[in-house]
T-cell receptor, first 115, second 112 residues
């Protein structure tokens, strides 16, 4: 398997549920990202990991909790979400972080719906 | 200063036409300007990217034009095809800051 794989592709959950999103990359990259994509809005960067260390948390609410056990895997743990959290959550990876030499490769996302 | 403004929000072009999507930025520290293409049900995929030391870059039917003084860049699609129908995102970043700043996207429809 190649590229960036996200599971599940679709998730419906109640506001009190706990669930996790999974991302796996087979590109040998060292940086991984979580983005939130909402209709007609720019992609919102949520978290960045470089060599398993979190380097960025863009003021994301604590109901979203990332985990990066190694450079190939990234998780997003979800707890007590709000209806406005319904969106497409995208995972990306890049060789390392920073600009020109580090193009980001995206998975196909998890479509999350909060009831 | 961290925004990238993209226009139009949507665009419909006849097959063979040349759709043009525009982006403007404020931060002069940006030195990396990629365009991503996203099909329904798929994640964005890098299409083409440009640095500010060149005014134009072509890859196949896709061309980026860059105007450093105006702080604007645009994507042109030559001989557009229905298969080019997708949402296109511009972005900007710099080597000193790995965070890409994204435009809001343009939904392009190419009519047969």
């Amino acid at each position: 398997e190649t590229g960036v794989t996200q599971t599940p592709r679709h998730l419906v959950m109640g506001m009190t549920n706990k669930k996790s999103l999974k991302c796996e990359q087979h590109l040998g990259h060292n940086a991984m990202y979580w983005y939130k994509q909402s209709a007609k809005k720019p992609l919102e960067l949520m978290f960045v990991y470089n060599f398993k260390e979190q380097t960025e948390n863009n003021s994301v609410p604590s109901r979203f909790s990332p985990e990066c056990p190694n450079s190939s895997h990234l998780f997003l743990h979800l707890h007590t979400l709000q209806p406005e959290d319904s969106a497409l959550y995208l995972c990306a990876s890049s060789p390392s972080i920073g600009g020109w030499a580090q193009p980001q490769h995206f998975g196909d996302g998890t479509r999350l719906s909060i009831l | 200063q961290q925004q990238v403004k993209q226009s139009p929000q949507s665009l419909i072009v006849q097959k063979g036409g040349i759709p043009i999507i525009n982006c403007a930025y404020e931060n002069t520290a940006f030195d990396y300007f990629p365009w991503y293409q996203q099909f329904p049900g798929k994640g964005p995929a890098l299409l083409i990217a440009i640095r500010p030391d060149v005014s134009e870059k072509k890859e196949g039917r896709f061309t980026i034009s860059f105007n450093k003084s105006a702080k604007q860049f645009s994507l042109h699609i030559m001989d557009s095809q229905p298969g080019d129908s997708a949402t296109y995102f511009c972005a900007a970043g710099s080597g000193s800051n790995y965070q890409l700043i994204w435009g809001a996207g343009t939904k392009l429809i190419i009519k047969p």
